[in-house]
């Protein structure tokens, strides 16, 4: 319905899956042999292969040396620790409170207890022992699991307890697949052994059975020394001691369905040999399963990394995103008295703080303070507003509040921690050099009180995997914080995070990596800020998003924009909630009748393009103090600036759009932002509407859809203080491919009702009652109904809790998005490609900067040079078939730019 230019969408939102949230353990790699024999074979196969019958000398381990060497009993108690301090900070109703405290450290407290398998033990050793042949340790775990569990009267009275931790336990690395799919990453059949393969495993646990009893008894003594831990034990939630019998038949029976307890059947549902069907029976809680299996990976990855500490949630009434002194304006004061409410407010009249006010005032709840999420269409706006959220949330004793979420985000970490690293003596040895930098982006190491807020990134200062850095580059260091950061952006452990809605749909999608995520939905608060932006398909995904967090999760919900078309009012009201409040300024309020009334902007209509146009108005260009140009593709961008230099060479100008690598694009964005504008010219595309906040005396701007014009003209005499006796604003011609941006009648449309303000100073309102024209009922049936009916009646998203399979997750965005919207892809020159090829080898981050968002067409690609064996590789782009430069970004030539087009 609400219409995206080709820049809304050119920052890779849909990379979801960069980052591997449940990858492997790093010593877990291969696949385990099948051998279809007969069962006596295979025992004699097992005899064979345990050649561990003495078992190991030395302390059970969970790490290898490198990997910092921990035990496995340490391992076992800090991942349960760090598994309960994550179930504190997310919300649970209280009726379910203590079952997922107890149920979630119970299973991370035994989740790697198949580790003591003699064959693990050596290959932690020597890595490449034959012995384990890539078997799962996870298997063993939950075997050790069921044998000893099952009888206990906890999960006696209730299975779904049983079922939750034995889950969390066997997928704490690989999830579950669906039956009849093979997606990547699950546990593959294969590596699910027969019964008969199951016995060689054992064996091998076998070997060191004393050693893991004398484990277990070493923890159950820690556990005593706790009153919460050590009521576990009394209450049968726990057993004293591990009985690791010769045969283990009642893993088979429970593999298949048949376990029996005290006359019961502790079925295994519809998990089965690594393949799960939905199935479920009634009195199942998907739901609580989930959360269980999310603490216990959570746990796994945070104890793994040296760290038990989530921060909690601040309470935001101990904070001011308003400079002292000043106050709030009454609209932005009013919001703060409604739950879920809409919110319609002029650009650069305090929509931010009236969004955080409105937070402030919700947050508080009977069972603690909401988890936030911030979300925004574009990944520029996205990191404005987490740098702007960073600035005035200090830290809670030592840690960030605040996470990005989105695909890039390791790489917007990665030059935080560069900014950061100015601040470092640079006539520092390389030596004390990366000890600085260690120290500058580590959080608190031992003691969490000690900590004097000043940290930065998401580590343990004694974390053992430092020590592989140590001597190398600061580069590769930060990557590594930078990569940390992101990941734990994905997990229990921000409670402010600034996303995209595609991040929120992929939880109730079930994308790769969304139960940590889900774990954050209870009783939420979401912000969805420029709700107008996205088409009538996104549009539909997010109320329908919106609508189950209401009503599933009791969340409340903001929905904020400059225009907010009655349509999408109505939308709103209709699908969301028909109670929901409308708020706007209030005419009746001097201070708010102020800004509704304040005019800003005077605009003349031209039939000229914007490159034709720039001559004419050179003398206006010449005396203006800033001049902002805004065409409607890369193209008219690059000629328009190409013009401005010929024709200003005194002037400073800069052309941005969306085809420069990452890495130029940060570094104009922060000239732009950072340095005043007197005396410059910016040319640039529609990267400019949602993202920076800039302030221009004149305006040449591209015709566009009346919505994306309100958001160009913010960018203009943006606080309205300069006087505006002619005009400041020129709407050009839309340009030669317009059309394949923007819906060609709503162009046509959008200038028939523009003519009426040609030549007229504008409230704030006469751009907004023209919209709701633009986007009438007789618009919508023709353009954006259908695909938005599909989308608000979505199944998987509305009925999310009565359909979630826990364990397992689903290539969604093919499903729900369509490859229309999948515009661009990230490419690497060709004459970049030694370089990125340097860097990534090495795992630096600062590889991504030389990624370019383009369009791109088969025959515009070659191969990577063979032998490159790291993932995830870019299309490289052919040299001849175009230039790149700082000034000018990625310019095609002229054949592949009309193809392109």
């Given at each position: 319905m609400f219409m995206s230019g080709n820049d809304m969408f050119d920052d890779g939102i849909f990379g979801t899956e960069d980052i591997e949230l449940f990858d492997d353990d790093i010593f877990e790699a291969g696949e385990m042999e099948l051998f279809e024999v007969e069962e006596t074979k295979r025992e004699e196969e097992a005899k064979q292969e345990c050649k561990f019958e003495e078992g190991t000398k030395e302390p059970l381990m969970a790490k290898s040396k490198n990997r910092g060497g921990t035990d496995l009993v340490q391992h076992c108690i800090e991942a349960a620790s760090a598994a309960l301090t994550a179930a504190t900070r997310i919300i649970i109703e209280k009726n379910q409170q203590e079952d997922v405290y107890k149920c979630s450290f119970i299973g991370a407290l035994l989740h790697d207890l198949g580790k003591a398998a003699a064959g693990f033990q050596e290959m932690i050793k020597r890595q490449d022992h034959p012995s384990w042949q890539g078997r799962r340790h996870e298997i063993l775990s939950a075997a050790i699991f069921v044998h000893n569990f099952h009888r206990l009267p906890p999960y006696m009275e209730n299975p779904t307890r049983f079922l939750a931790i034995y889950l969390a336990i066997i997928t704490h690395h690989k999830p579950y697949r669906e039956k009849g799919t093979t997606w990547p990453n699950s546990i593959d059949e294969n590596q699910w052994p027969p019964y008969a393969q199951f016995k060689i495993m054992w064996k091998q646990l076998l070997c060191n059975k004393e050693l893991l009893q004398n484990d277990w008894k070493r923890i159950v003594r820690l556990l005593r020394e706790d009153a919460w831990t050590n009521q576990l034990i009394e209450e049968k939630w726990i057993p004293e001691t591990l009985d690791i019998p010769e045969k283990i038949e009642c893993f088979k029976d429970f593999i298949e369905g048949k376990l029996k307890g005290n006359g019961n059947t502790i079925p295994n549902y519809a998990y089965k040999r690594g393949i799960v069907e939905d199935n479920f029976p009634n009195g199942i809680d998907r739901f609580f399963i989930s959360i269980v299996r999310s603490l216990v990976t959570v746990g796994d990855h945070l104890s793994s990394g040296n760290n038990n500490y989530v921060p909690a949630t601040p309470d935001l009434s101990k904070y001011s995103i308003v400079p002292k002194g000043a106050s709030l304006r009454p609209f932005q004061q009013k919001v703060g008295n409604f739950g879920t409410v809409m919110l319609r407010a002029p650009t650069g009249s305090g929509k931010t703080e009236a969004a955080f006010n409105w937070l402030r005032c919700n947050q508080k709840n009977v069972e603690g303070f909401s988890r936030i999420f911030y979300v925004l269409p574009v990944q520029a706006s996205i990191n404005a507003m987490f740098e702007r959220f960073s600035r005035f949330l200090k830290f809670n004793k030592g840690y960030r509040l605040v996470g990005l979420h989105h695909s890039r985000a390791a790489n917007v970490y990665f030059h935080l921690l560069e900014l950061e690293l100015t601040n470092i003596g640079m006539k520092l040895t390389k030596k004390k050099q990366i000890k600085a930098v260690e120290q500058r982006v580590n959080e608190p190491p031992i003691s969490v009180d000690s900590q004097n807020g000043k940290t930065f990134s998401s580590f343990i200062l004694d974390n053992p995997e430092w020590k592989k850095f140590f001597g190398k580059k600061v580069g590769q260091v930060l990557s590594y914080a930078a990569s940390d950061m992101a990941r734990l952006a994905q997990e229990i452990f921000y409670p402010i995070k600034v996303t995209t809605p595609h991040q929120l749909l992929k939880v109730l999608m079930q994308g790769k990596g969304w139960e940590p995520t889900v774990c954050d939905f209870t009783k939420c608060l979401v912000v969805f800020d420029e709700i107008h932006s996205y088409d009538s398909n996104m549009t539909g995904l997010i109320l329908n998003l919106a609508k189950t967090l209401i009503r599933q999760f009791d969340a409340k919900v903001l929905f904020m924009s400059a225009t907010f078309p009655d349509m999408l009012k109505k939308l709103i009201l209709e699908h969301v909630d028909g109670n929901i409040k409308f708020l706007t300024p209030d005419r009746n309020d001097p201070i708010d009748k102020k800004f509704l009334e304040r005019k800003r902007h005077k605009i003349t209509i031209h039939k000229e393009t914007v490159h034709e146009l720039i001559p004419i108005l050179s003398k206006e260009i010449d005396r203006a103090e800033s001049t902002l140009i805004i065409c409607n593709t890369v193209r008219d961008a690059q000629q328009a600036y190409q013009t401005i230099k010929e024709m200003f060479p005194h002037k400073e100008a800069v052309l941005l759009h969306s085809r420069f690598k990452y890495g130029d694009r940060q570094k104009k964005e922060q000239r732009i932002i950072g340095q005043s504008n007197k005396g410059k010219i910016l040319v640039a595309t529609q990267v400019v509407e949602v993202s920076?906040?800039?302030?221009?005396?004149l305006g040449i701007i591209a015709l566009a859809p009346l919505d994306a014009l309100v958001q160009r003209l913010g960018r203009v005499n943006r606080a309205g203080k300069r006087p505006i006796a002619k005009p400041n604003v020129h709407i050009t011609h839309q340009g030669k491919f317009a059309h394949l941006i923007y819906d060609k009648n709503l162009l046509e449309k959008s200038l028939d009702l523009l003519t009426r303000l040609d030549g007229k100073e504008l409230t704030e309102n006469d751009l907004v009652d023209l919209i709701n024209e633009l986007y009438d009922e007789e618009f919508w049936k023709k353009t954006g109904e259908t695909t938005f009916n599909n989308a608000i009646n979505y199944g998987r998203i509305s009925n999310f809790k009565d359909t979630i399979i826990p364990g397992t997750y689903k290539p969604w965005i093919d499903q729900i998005i369509e490859s229309k919207e999948r515009?661009?892809?990230?490419?690497?020159?060709?004459?970049?490609?030694?370089?990125?090829?340097?860097l990534a080898k090495k795992g630096s981050l600062k590889a991504a900067d030389l990624l370019i968002p383009t369009y791109v067409k088969k025959?515009?690609?070659?191969?990577?040079?063979?032998?490159?064996?790291?993932?995830?590789?870019?299309?490289?782009?052919?040299?001849?078939?175009?230039?790149?430069?700082?000034e000018m970004g990625l310019t095609l030539k002229s054949s592949e730019e009309k193809e392109t087009q």
């Amino acid at each position: 319905m609400f219409m995206s230019g080709n820049d809304m969408f050119d920052d890779g939102i849909f990379g979801t899956e960069d980052i591997e949230l449940f990858d492997d353990d790093i010593f877990e790699a291969g696949e385990m042999e099948l051998f279809e024999v007969e069962e006596t074979k295979r025992e004699e196969e097992a005899k064979q292969e345990c050649k561990f019958e003495e078992g190991t000398k030395e302390p059970l381990m969970a790490k290898s040396k490198n990997r910092g060497g921990t035990d496995l009993v340490q391992h076992c108690i800090e991942a349960a620790s760090a598994a309960l301090t994550a179930a504190t900070r997310i919300i649970i109703e209280k009726n379910q409170q203590e079952d997922v405290y107890k149920c979630s450290f119970i299973g991370a407290l035994l989740h790697d207890l198949g580790k003591a398998a003699a064959g693990f033990q050596e290959m932690i050793k020597r890595q490449d022992h034959p012995s384990w042949q890539g078997r799962r340790h996870e298997i063993l775990s939950a075997a050790i699991f069921v044998h000893n569990f099952h009888r206990l009267p906890p999960y006696m009275e209730n299975p779904t307890r049983f079922l939750a931790i034995y889950l969390a336990i066997i997928t704490h690395h690989k999830p579950y697949r669906e039956k009849g799919t093979t997606w990547p990453n699950s546990i593959d059949e294969n590596q699910w052994p027969p019964y008969a393969q199951f016995k060689i495993m054992w064996k091998q646990l076998l070997c060191n059975k004393e050693l893991l009893q004398n484990d277990w008894k070493r923890i159950v003594r820690l556990l005593r020394e706790d009153a919460w831990t050590n009521q576990l034990i009394e209450e049968k939630w726990i057993p004293e001691t591990l009985d690791i019998p010769e045969k283990i038949e009642c893993f088979k029976d429970f593999i298949e369905g048949k376990l029996k307890g005290n006359g019961n059947t502790i079925p295994n549902y519809a998990y089965k040999r690594g393949i799960v069907e939905d199935n479920f029976p009634n009195g199942i809680d998907r739901f609580f399963i989930s959360i269980v299996r999310s603490l216990v990976t959570v746990g796994d990855h945070l104890s793994s990394g040296n760290n038990n500490y989530v921060p909690a949630t601040p309470d935001l009434s101990k904070y001011s995103i308003v400079p002292k002194g000043a106050s709030l304006r009454p609209f932005q004061q009013k919001v703060g008295n409604f739950g879920t409410v809409m919110l319609r407010a002029p650009t650069g009249s305090g929509k931010t703080e009236a969004a955080f006010n409105w937070l402030r005032c919700n947050q508080k709840n009977v069972e603690g303070f909401s988890r936030i999420f911030y979300v925004l269409p574009v990944q520029a706006s996205i990191n404005a507003m987490f740098e702007r959220f960073s600035r005035f949330l200090k830290f809670n004793k030592g840690y960030r509040l605040v996470g990005l979420h989105h695909s890039r985000a390791a790489n917007v970490y990665f030059h935080l921690l560069e900014l950061e690293l100015t601040n470092i003596g640079m006539k520092l040895t390389k030596k004390k050099q990366i000890k600085a930098v260690e120290q500058r982006v580590n959080e608190p190491p031992i003691s969490v009180d000690s900590q004097n807020g000043k940290t930065f990134s998401s580590f343990i200062l004694d974390n053992p995997e430092w020590k592989k850095f140590f001597g190398k580059k600061v580069g590769q260091v930060l990557s590594y914080a930078a990569s940390d950061m992101a990941r734990l952006a994905q997990e229990i452990f921000y409670p402010i995070k600034v996303t995209t809605p595609h991040q929120l749909l992929k939880v109730l999608m079930q994308g790769k990596g969304w139960e940590p995520t889900v774990c954050d939905f209870t009783k939420c608060l979401v912000v969805f800020d420029e709700i107008h932006s996205y088409d009538s398909n996104m549009t539909g995904l997010i109320l329908n998003l919106a609508k189950t967090l209401i009503r599933q999760f009791d969340a409340k919900v903001l929905f904020m924009s400059a225009t907010f078309p009655d349509m999408l009012k109505k939308l709103i009201l209709e699908h969301v909630d028909g109670n929901i409040k409308f708020l706007t300024p209030d005419r009746n309020d001097p201070i708010d009748k102020k800004f509704l009334e304040r005019k800003r902007h005077k605009i003349t209509i031209h039939k000229e393009t914007v490159h034709e146009l720039i001559p004419i108005l050179s003398k206006e260009i010449d005396r203006a103090e800033s001049t902002l140009i805004i065409c409607n593709t890369v193209r008219d961008a690059q000629q328009a600036y190409q013009t401005i230099k010929e024709m200003f060479p005194h002037k400073e100008a800069v052309l941005l759009h969306s085809r420069f690598k990452y890495g130029d694009r940060q570094k104009k964005e922060q000239r732009i932002i950072g340095q005043s504008n007197k005396g410059k010219i910016l040319v640039a595309t529609q990267v400019v509407e949602v993202s920076l906040d800039i302030d221009y005396e004149l305006g040449i701007i591209a015709l566009a859809p009346l919505d994306a014009l309100v958001q160009r003209l913010g960018r203009v005499n943006r606080a309205g203080k300069r006087p505006i006796a002619k005009p400041n604003v020129h709407i050009t011609h839309q340009g030669k491919f317009a059309h394949l941006i923007y819906d060609k009648n709503l162009l046509e449309k959008s200038l028939d009702l523009l003519t009426r303000l040609d030549g007229k100073e504008l409230t704030e309102n006469d751009l907004v009652d023209l919209i709701n024209e633009l986007y009438d009922e007789e618009f919508w049936k023709k353009t954006g109904e259908t695909t938005f009916n599909n989308a608000i009646n979505y199944g998987r998203i509305s009925n999310f809790k009565d359909t979630i399979i826990p364990g397992t997750y689903k290539p969604w965005i093919d499903q729900i998005i369509e490859s229309k919207e999948r515009t661009t892809v990230d490419v690497v020159l060709q004459t970049d490609w030694e370089m990125y090829s340097k860097l990534a080898k090495k795992g630096s981050l600062k590889a991504a900067d030389l990624l370019i968002p383009t369009y791109v067409k088969k025959n515009h690609i070659i191969s990577p040079p063979k032998g490159q064996k790291f993932r995830n590789l870019p299309p490289v782009l052919k040299s001849e078939i175009c230039d790149y430069s700082f000034e000018m970004g990625l310019t095609l030539k002229s054949s592949e730019e009309k193809e392109t087009q």
